[in-house]
T-cell receptor, first 112, second 115 residues
């Protein structure tokens, strides 16, 4: 039973346009959410996070939106760049522990 | 500074053999995590160490899996009597404390292939 789901395995966008990556979760105990980016043969690197007390967090070209009632979060990248091409993982953490529960990832391809 | 390092980067073994995977966390980080990523899957939590506390082993898939962390630094993940379904990339991460706002820094992973 996947508690964190990324329903789109891949996404292709044109350079300069917006990339929107989506993530859904089922566990209502999750209250901290993160996005990680992963290049081939490398470990995931932290991108941006959001606490459940907020509905938006912005860092440069990256913005994460959280809709708690829908148990949905999204990552917006504007403008998208070819260097953003990677696999993006959504992750969540519950109050009781520190381990992260990850989604299956979305492969983003930004075309020049 | 040096990031999280893992060795070996690749390991091919025969079914039934034991393997040991090593993780060197970032110096000074008190929290250490092991995850694995099977083909086409997300990262799956295995085990978590925080300082001298008893580890959280709730993610270990079977009793063939064990891990230890010596001196609060280096960690070894051991898989006994490996099975083909153990084939995956095993990732180690560390963070400065166990605070939930702390970013987990990942190593490059060890790709394990069980023939």
């Amino acid at each position: 039973d996947q508690q964190v789901k990324q329903n789109s395995p891949s996404l292709s966008v044109q350079e300069g346009r917006i990339s929107i990556l989506n993530c859904d979760y089922t566990n209502s105990m999750f209250d901290y959410f993160l996005w990680y980016k992963k290049y081939p043969a490398e470990g995931p690197t932290f991108l941006i996070s959001i606490s459940s007390i907020k509905d938006k967090n912005e860092d440069g070209r990256f913005t994460v939106f959280l809709n708690k009632s829908a148990k949905h979060l999204s990552l917006h990248i504007v403008p998208s760049q070819p260097g953003d091409s990677a696999v993006y993982f959504c992750a969540a953490s519950a109050r009781a522990g520190n381990m992260l529960t990850f989604g299956g990832g979305t492969r983003l391809m930004v075309k020049p | 500074g040096a990031g999280v390092s893992q060795s070996p980067s690749n390991k091919v073994t025969e079914k039934g053999k034991d393997v040991e995977l090593r993780c060197d966390p970032i110096s000074g980080h008190t929290a250490l995590y092991w995850y694995r990523q099977s083909l086409g899957q997300g990262l799956e939590f295995l085990i978590y160490f925080q300082g001298n506390s008893a580890p959280d082993k709730s993610g270990l898939p079977s009793d063939r899996f064990s891990a230890e962390r010596t001196g609060g630094s280096v960690s070894t993940l051991t898989i006994q009597r490996t099975q083909q379904e153990d084939s995956a990339v095993y990732l180690c991460a560390s963070s400065p404390t166990s605070g939930r706002g702390d970013t987990q820094y990942f190593g490059p992973g060890t790709r394990l292939t069980v023939l």
